[in-house]
């Protein structure tokens, strides 16, 4: 049974920084890149076609404002980032929404649907990726940033609330 939660929101500070800095046309370091890289929120995302180096040439290239080719997963991830820097106004209210997550109110509404599994606790990650909304990695639910939108102040994802969205992640443990 899961008693405890916790919220990593490491990736997403660290990306705030950087689209930030972007949007003040402030000029970042290469070891900057790299260390945001190397950032377990990232590595738990990591495939065969998007992997570190691809984070760094996604980054490198917004960073020097140049133009960016890669395969089908950096080219969204890419994408996906730009979509960011041209609504950077909007992105401070989006980070506080997943900041304001209460994982233990949504812990206790769903009670004991997880009683099959050995884990005690869950960590709940919110990452920028190219890929789905969701993924599940033992105790671990990595959620993309780039998927949820606040639509009257609650984040939402493919139609779901993002209590909804871990409810369901939960249910399939």
Known sequence: MIQHGSL???AIETMN???SSIASKEKLSEKFILDTAALEPYQLTYTDE???ESVRRCLSALSN???FTGNKAENRFYSRNLMILEYIDTLPERIDAFKGIRINDILDSIGDLCTNNEFTSIEIIVVPTPFEAVE???NKIILNFFKFHLV???LIADGKSISEIIKEALSNC
Do not use: M
């Open 50 to 52: 998007f992997g570190p």
């Open 8 to 10: 990593n929101l490491n």
């Open 17 to 19: 920084f950087f689209w």
């Open 136 to 138: 599940i990695q033992g």
């Open 152 to 154: 009257n102040g609650e």
């Open 65 to 67: 404002k140049e133009p």
